[in-house]
């Protein structure tokens, strides 16, 4: 069996895996990359990091956390 033909079987697997196993997947992996020392962070707010996806309402929900806790709306610290 080739690694293409490999690939595509796996691909084929996590199609059928149910959202929140997909999910838990994602999350377990961003702990890892965090115990690596890499933090994935918002493209647009650098001080925030991903931290963990949910499923509410059959929707699927990623949180962010924020670097720092005083910031307020605009980005300016409260001091």
Do not use: C
């Amino acid at each position: 069996m080739s690694i293409k033909e490999k690939v595509d079987a796996m691909t084929k697997i996590i199609r059928m895996t149910p959202v929140p196993v997909l999910l838990a997947s994602l999350e377990s992996m961003i702990n890892i990359l965090h115990e690596r020392g890499i933090d994935v962070v918002d493209w647009d707010d650098k001080s925030k990091k991903l931290v963990q996806f949910r499923v509410i309402g059959g929707k699927a929900y990623f949180f962010a956390a924020s670097d720092n806790k005083e910031s307020d709306k605009n980005g300016d610290s409260k001091e």
